[in-house]
């Protein structure tokens, strides 16, 4: 078990590289070298990159929850309205109406799931997060216009201070910065 | 589907460039001014309502639905397109879709709050609309849940919740992107709140896109059950000429090839404007003249069967209804309609019509008009001659009628212009993976 | 060519198919002999089920014509085969047209007219001649349309005319139109007219709807069959199935879109010149077949395409295929069968004349796969996928 960082240890070092082709090369290089926390910076969605670090996320299978739930609250709610809690006679239709309560339960199922999706999404990323130390890195600016960034953080468990910049410096990134805990 | 020659850096400059510029075209000013004058008219007709009831609609018995129904049709069905570019063509691997999304979607946010407006200033004291919502309540009454009018409620505001998370979060990648290049502070601050503290990592990405898909999953039979609603407004009533059950295929259809129009109206001066020749390419445009073309012949079916039915029907209302559409007091208003809706589109089987800026131009024109019309065919003609000869009238719009939808207009076009200004109208994020030599996006 | 084990198996499969469709079709001709009504009504069920990836492979053909994408080249072969098949099933329409329509059609009965008056208002339509007129004329249009699409593939897949590619395009656009105003108006004609005072404007895109998922399905079935085998196990990849699969589960969620709506149009209308289809349709003991086709055409499909990894698996896909292929036989005998407010029933003949025509259709349909390359030769290098086209 690490310590617990004070503010200025060191975060970890953050290399930048012109394309995805090199961002890949550096990872499999990190990777070779036991680093297994990495993160990746990109300024628009690549599948290599997050298939190199491995991730997956669980998104669906809340989204499905997040409907089903919608789904039995549109239509229970209907059903509680118009056959418990104030039956009453419209127009001959039987109290329990559910061809016309179909609607509104595929609209709820559709509103909790796209609800999930977004929140769940973010709640899942940790934002919103204004500050991160990554942004004090000057060059991190081009992260979300054309740059590609590593990031070997502090809390990857083969972290060692000189050998990580020794490690990026090798793969000739176009810069490489030490990232300080604010 | 972008022209040869981008790199990643040069469409983030050209893109994000029209936001954050400091000069702005005498132009965007002149279109915001019309649109602001327009809003001026809304905000008359809003407030006269108000004061004095909707009894200064042209409405009458019979024809208790009018401009304020043809518009919110109207409206509705154009935001369809914005969801059919943004979720629909996405899900179908339509790369062309990347430069129009965005611009689409911001259409359909707006074009949902105009249709909004009408229904909600129907009730005649829209500031008890709220009991149109289920909640608990001293009275122990719930709204009517077999009626389509409370469907509509829910489906309209379940499609302006998604519509408007799917734009905001197709959004935040590019927030990020003006907040690391605006050099005016309040401006990095502004897009710096709306980024959310987007910092571009890859398992964020790896979420983000699942969501992404998942919304597009979402929204697609969304976007159906939208308009399949608005058509059971008419189609579950008895009234000849609404009570027909082909009313949601052709509705649907009928959405998307008004909403189709209307993209078109508004991103061919865009392009022009901004010269966004190389995002939004001719190619494009002719992919958006099939749709019409394709979503116009489905309508046409919908106009056949109509007619084929009143007479296989033998119901004597189904044909008085359909001969009184034909050649009764509206006869104007429906061979209008057919000709702006079904003879002059097709035009669009002529390839050279297709790739012609200006003739695209005129035809989206003629195609909006042609969907009002069809509107205004379905409300009124049921309506002002129903069951009973001797209640019969006609309608036609007030001045009042008029002006709130001409003031919708206007608060479309201002939300847009202002939007155009301070959003980015591509994607910038999207763009980027259309660059060739990064890596391109796999089969989703 | 040297005959390969797949080649021998389709074979052996084609005079099997033949056979059964002769055997079954003599027992059906003893069926029709001892009861014809019941036998033309389960006949024109069994037609009406076959027609479906007939014509459905021609529109299906049209539209990826249109719309291009790997999903159709990896299929076309298939369904050339099965649009060439429409001459097939223009024969076996003709004993309905001879002997069928008294015992179909009540509206074809003189004294019946002569006491309904709405039956008079639509004897303008719905009579004799007219009716045979109008049949043949959809044959005539279907049957030159797949014949054009035929021609003009082999005459591109022979000398790579860009030519015969765009003119098929520019038919595929109308033929697509001729198609849905056709289908539908036959289908008013063949089904609908079957309760001639019931009417519902959506009734002919149910029908092309589910002709387009009829044919889907079997372009899977049969496809998951031959990518087991070399070298269509290189040809079609997880991501075609993927595609294919996505396709399928839209025109499943289309179908019941369509089927609700009019469902709950003519429940909520409840008016007494529509309500009467449904009520023969979900009471009389055809209730269970209805909620049947709720769970398996639609509910069980859906849920099961909803999960990516079950579109890739080549073999879930095709079950679920299958099974949604047996459903659109019992769809159409949810609609046919209960004509009139007849009660439940299952006669032998809706077992054997599915089978029967089924034989005869899947023998000429092999017929139409072997002897030519199974995927066009042209598409294959295009697609850089393999040296030279397999033949069977």
């Given at each position: 078990m690490k310590r617990r960082p004070k503010s200025g240890d060191s975060f970890g070092f953050l290399a930048e590289f012109a394309g995805t082709e090199e961002l890949l090369e550096a990872i499999h290089a990190c990777k070779a070298a036991g680093h297994t926390r990495m993160e990746a910076y990109t300024p628009m969605p690549v599948h290599e990159v997050w298939d190199a670090l491995g991730h997956k996320s669980h998104l669906p299978k809340l989204v499905l929850g997040g409907g089903i739930t919608g789904g039995i609250l549109g239509f229970g709610m209907q059903y509680f309205a118009s056959v418990i809690h104030y039956p009453i006679n419209v127009g001959g239709r039987p109290l329990n109406s559910w061809p016309s309560f179909i609607i509104i339960t595929f609209e709820m199922t559709i509103l909790f799931a796209a609800l999930t999706a977004v929140f769940g999404m973010l709640l899942l990323n940790g934002l919103p997060r204004p500050h991160h130390p990554v942004f004090d890195v000057e060059e991190f600016e081009e992260a979300s216009q054309s740059r590609f960034f590593l990031l070997v953080p502090w809390y990857d468990p083969s972290f060692d201070h000189d050998k990580v910049p020794a490690l990026l410096e090798s793969l000739s990134p176009l810069s490489l910065n030490e990232v300080h805990h604010p | 589907m972008i022209a040869p020659g981008h790199s990643l850096g040069s469409v983030t400059d050209k893109i994000s460039s029209i936001v954050l510029r400091r000069t702005t075209p005498r132009g965007w000013f002149i279109g915001l001014g019309i649109g602001l004058l327009l809003v001026g008219v809304l905000l008359t007709a809003i407030a006269e309502l108000l004061f004095k009831g909707v009894g200064i609609w042209g409405l009458n018995n019979p024809v208790g639905w009018g401009f304020a129904i043809i518009n919110f049709v109207w409206w509705i069905g154009i935001g369809h397109a914005g969801t059919l570019i943004s979720a629909i063509l996405l899900l179908f691997r339509q790369e062309w879709r990347t430069s129009i999304n965005r611009f689409a979607e911001a259409m359909t946010i707006f074009a949902v709050m105009c249709a909004g407006l009408f229904p909600l200033l129907h009730v005649g004291r829209p500031w008890l609309a709220y009991w149109l919502l289920p909640y608990p309540n001293t009275m122990a009454l719930w709204p009517q849940f077999r009626s389509p009018l409370l469907w509509d409620v829910f489906a309209v505001s379940t499609y302006a919740t998604v519509s408007l998370l799917f734009w905001y979060i197709g959004l935040i990648p590019d927030f990020a992107t003006l907040r690391d290049r605006a050099k005016a502070k309040p401006f990095k601050v502004i897009y710096g709140m709306l980024a959310l503290g987007w910092r571009g990592a890859a398992r964020h990405w790896e979420r983000y896109e699942t969501a992404y898909l998942l919304l597009a999953g979402l929204a697609t039979p969304l976007v159906v059950s939208v308009h399949t609603v608005v058509s059971f407004d008419f189609a579950?009533?008895?009234?000849p000429g609404w009570?027909?059950?082909?009313m949601p295929p052709y509705f649907v259809a009928g959405a998307i090839y008004s909403g189709f129009a209307m993209v078109m109206t508004l991103a061919i001066p865009m392009r022009k404007a901004f010269g966004l020749e190389d995002f939004i390419t001719l190619r494009h445009l002719e992919n958006m003249a099939k749709v019409i073309l394709a979503t116009g012949l489905i309508v046409a079916y919908g106009y056949t069967m109509e007619a084929f039915f009143a007479w296989y029907s033998a119901n004597p209302f189904e044909s008085s209804m359909m001969s009184g559409r034909m050649f009764g007091h509206y006869a104007w208003a429906y061979w209008l309609l057919i000709a702006c809706n079904i003879v002059t589109p097709q035009l669009l089987w002529i390839k050279k019509v297709r790739t012609s800026v200006g003739a695209l131009f005129v035809l989206a024109l003629v195609v909006n008009i042609g969907m009002w019309l069809e509107r205004f065919v379905i409300v009124v003609t049921s309506l002002s001659n129903d069951f009973l000869p001797s209640a019969w009238d006609t309608y036609a719009g007030t001045r009042w009628d008029w002006m709130l939808y001409i003031g919708t207009i206007g608060l479309f076009l201002t939300l847009l212009f202002l939007f155009i200004r301070f959003l980015p109208m591509i994607s910038i994020f999207e763009m980027r993976t259309m660059v060739p030599g990064t890596s391109k996006k796999e089969d989703a | 060519m040297n005959p390969t084990p797949l080649s021998e198996n389709l074979g052996r499969i084609q005079r099997t198919a033949l056979m059964v469709g002769v055997v079954g079709s003599l027992a059906l001709l003893i069926g029709a002999f001892t009861s014809a009504d019941q036998f033309f009504s389960s006949y024109m069920t069994a037609f009406l089920f076959w027609l479906g990836p007939t014509l459905g492979s021609l529109a299906i053909v049209m539209l990826h014509n249109m719309t291009g994408g790997a999903w159709g080249f990896a299929i076309r072969r298939l369904l050339e085969a099965g649009m060439r098949n429409v001459p097939l099933m223009g024969l076996l329409f003709v004993p309905i047209l001879l002997f069928g329509i008294g015992h179909l059609y009540e509206w074809s009965h003189a004294d019946v007219v002569a006491a309904d008056a709405i039956l008079q208002h639509k004897a303008a339509y719905l009579n004799r001649p007219f009716f045979t007129i109008r049949a043949v004329a959809y044959f005539a249009a279907w049957a030159f349309l797949a014949f054009a699409m035929v021609r003009l593939q082999a005459r591109y897949d022979r000398h790579l005319e860009i030519g015969a590619l765009r003119q098929m395009k520019s038919i595929s656009g109308l033929g697509l139109v001729i198609y849905v105003l056709t289908m539908s108006f036959a289908a008013f004609d063949w089904g609908m007219s079957m309760e001639p005072h019931w009417f519902s404007t959506i009734y002919g895109l149910i029908f092309v709807v589910g002709q387009g998922l009829a044919t889907l399905c079997l372009a899977v079935v049969v496809a998951s069959r031959l990518a087991r085998h070399e070298p269509f196990s290189r040809w079609f990849e997880p991501r075609h199935f993927h595609d294919l699969g996505n396709l399928v589960m839209a025109f499943v969620m289309l179908w019941a879109y369509m089927s609700f709506s009019q469902f709950l149009i003519i429940w909520s209308g409840n008016l007494p010149e529509e309500a009467p289809w449904y009520l023969h349709r979900i009471g009389h003991g055809w209730q269970a077949l209805a909620l049947l086709l709720v769970a398996f055409h639609f509910a069980v499909p859906f849920l099961v395409l909803l999960n990516r990894p079950a579109k890739r698996k080549m073999g879930v896909l095709a079950v679920i295929c299958a099974g949604i292929f047996v459903m659109r036989y019992a769809e159409l005998f949810w609609l046919i069968a209960p004509a009139g407010g007849a009660p439940f029933h299952i006669s032998w003949m809706d077992v054997v004349a599915p089978i029967a025509l089924g034989g005869l259709w899947i023998s000429f349909f092999i017929r139409g796969l072997r002897g030519r390359p199974l995927v066009s030769l042209q598409d294959a290098k295009l697609l850089g996928k393999l040296e030279e086209a397999p033949i069977l």
């Open positions: - | 579950v009533g008895i009234i009570h027909a059950t082909i | -």
